[in-house]
Each structure stands twice: as structure tokens, then as C-alpha cells.
Antibody, heavy 123, light 106 residues
Framework: QVQLVQSGAEVKKPGSSVKVSCKAS????????LSWVRQAPGQGLEWIGR????????NYAQRFQGRVTITADKSTATADMELSNLSSDDTAMYYC????????????????WGQGTQVTVSS | DIQMTQSPSTLSASVGDRVTITCRAS??????LAWYQQKPRRAPKLLIY???SLQSGVPSRFSGGGNGTEFTLTISGLQPEDFATYYC????????FGQGTKVEVK
């Protein structure tokens, strides 16, 4: 199974943006979709959005619409998630995760996860 | 949006116990339901997909059931490594997670 390796921890100021990267070892995305999920301290999992790298289609959770951009570069097998207008509520561990095609387009299953990237927003 | 509600939030159990976690969807999701296990400071791990299919490498003491709006995860014969937090996730319409169930030592 391809290993997903994420970029390092980030500390950001309120109102700024953060970009987190996720690279597939072996040089290829071998899955249908790549999602971003976050987990605030002591809290549950929250889906942010996903990209289908082969066609570049993105889907975002409604609460992040307009504030998040997910991109993927097939040539480098790297996906990025940029979140703007940060506040302290965005302090969380951010995970990338890939998953298979389950047969219909608006479904997201995740069977391979990165190690997580801590993003801290503090003035 | 589809909401997912798990119960209980915390479950106290002993090694060898049979434990069951329930997950309810706010509308029918057919059988598009997955379960994840997460241990402290680790990424989640997919256990079960399509309600009852075990992911490769997952022990057979884990089982899932249900359909429509009500689903269960059962661990038959709890092992020390099973103490963790479990999340259900619907993927009928993108993705929504339940709030999690922590299985702790009694």
C-alpha cells in the first residue's frame, strides 16, 4: 500500500492561511480520491473535502466552502490543502487519506491515511 | 446534510467482553457505512466498510451489521489492543462521521 507522507507542523497567526501537503510514496496516487480530515484537540473527526486526482474534481464540506482549496499534482503524486482566514477554531491535526471508487461519485471512503499534520493558530 | 449519532459516547469493558456500539443516521444511507478505530496520537484505521465487510487484516472478532439508518459494530472477545475510540462514517453522500465512542478499561 502506498504510504502517504504529510508536511510538518505549522504555527499560524489568525487571519492567515496554511497549506498542508500530502505526498504518495512510490510516485503515484493509486486510489480514486484523496480527502482531508481534521481533528481538533480532544474532538472527533471532521471531513473537509476531497479531490479526484485523475480528473481534478473537488468537493468540499459546506462549512469550509470558500475557505478551502484542495489541489493535486499527478506528476509528483502530491496533494495540497490550503485553508484561509484562520482562527483559533482551526487548531487541529489535519490528515490526508485516500480511498477507492465504491461505484458512485458522491461517496467518500478512506482506507489509507497519512500521519497527520498539526496546525496551531495562535496570536 | 446527513447526521450520524453514535451511542454510547464512552463504554467501559473488560478483556474478553462482547461490546456493541450503535450508530444512527438522520436519513437512510442504505449500507454505505464504515467503521474506523483510532488510538491516541495515531491516524484512524479503517475496520469495516459497506456495513459488514472487514478490511484486509482486521481480526474476525470485529463485525458490523445494520441497514438504512441503524448500524452496529460488535467486538466479540475484547482484546487489550482494542481499547480505542471508534467512529462510524456514512459515505452515501460524501462523508459524515459520528462523534466517536471511546472503549475504555473497566
Amino acid at each position: 500500500q502506498v504510504q502517504l507522507v504529510q508536511s510538518g507542523a505549522e504555527v499560524k497567526k489568525p487571519g492567515s492561511s496554511v497549506k498542508v501537503s500530502c505526498k504518495a510514496s512510490g510516485g503515484t496516487f493509486d486510489s480514486y480520491s484523496l480527502s482531508w480530515v481534521r481533528q481538533a484537540p480532544g474532538q472527533g473527526l471532521e471531513w473537509i473535502g476531497r479531490i479526484i486526482p485523475t480528473v481534478g474534481i473537488t468537493n468540499y464540506a459546506q462549512r469550509f466552502q470558500g475557505r478551502v482549496t484542495i489541489t493535486a499534482d499527478k506528476s509528483t503524486a502530491t496533494a495540497d490543502m490550503e485553508l484561509s482566514n484562520l482562527s483559533s477554531d482551526d487548531t487541529a491535526m489535519y490528515y490526508c487519506a485516500t480511498g477507492p471508487d465504491v461505484g458512485f461519485t458522491n461517496s467518500v471512503l478512506m482506507d489509507n491515511w497519512g500521519q497527520g499534520t498539526q496546525v496551531t493558530v495562535s496570536s | 446534510d446527513i447526521q450520524m449519532t453514535q451511542s454510547p459516547s464512552t463504554l467501559s469493558a473488560s478483556v474478553g467482553d462482547r461490546v456493541t456500539i450503535t450508530c444512527r443516521a438522520s436519513q437512510s444511507i442504505s449500507r454505505w457505512l464504515a467503521w474506523y478505530q483510532q488510538k491516541p496520537r495515531r491516524a484512524p484505521k479503517l475496520l469495516i466498510y459497506r456495513t459488514s465487510s472487514l478490511q484486509s487484516g482486521v481480526p474476525s472478532r470485529f463485525s458490523g451489521g445494520g441497514n438504512g439508518t441503524e448500524f452496529t459494530l460488535t467486538i466479540s472477545g475484547l482484546q487489550p489492543e482494542d481499547f480505542a475510540t471508534y467512529y462510524c462514517q456514512q459515505y452515501n453522500s460524501y462523508c459524515t462521521f459520528g462523534q466517536g465512542t471511546k472503549v475504555e478499561v473497566k
